[in-house]
């Protein structure tokens, strides 16, 4: 929580330093933009919690992917790239501990069919990035960033 707090208040200092796209038709909405920044954050937590929970059948690829990801993001949100790799971490961690809630190797044994549950991770892992894509876009969107 104290994750969310920090870059919500750099989001925050974010409207009084920038200036919108076109300052005619834009109004930046902080609150708005806090929410797609939670939204956004939480579609990148869930996204590596399943990749953890995938990396038995899928390999370290997307977890390597999803942060690097969380890295960009905090990176774009202003925070300073050592910052945002320490932050990118502690998300990774949780994650960690989110995903060791889960058997899925259990799961996998019920069905009998590992290249089913592969494709049931791949699936969810890209609906995952595709709510932070949208997310990311709306938080932008709120900052009338172009």
Known sequence: MGLLLRVS???????????????????????TANRHFIEAHTALFDYLSLAHLCSPYLGQAFVTSGISKTEDFMAQLGIGRNDAIILA?????KAIGAAAKYD????????GNETTISMRCIDQLNNAMHQYDVARAKMAKAQCAP
């Open 9 to 31: 208040c750099l989001i925050s200092l974010s409207f009084v330093f920038s200036q919108p796209a076109s300052s005619q038709n834009c109004t930046p909405d902080k609150e």
């Open 89 to 93: 971490e502690e998300t990774n961690q």
């Open 104 to 111: 899925l190797p259990a799961i996998a044994k019920q069905t």
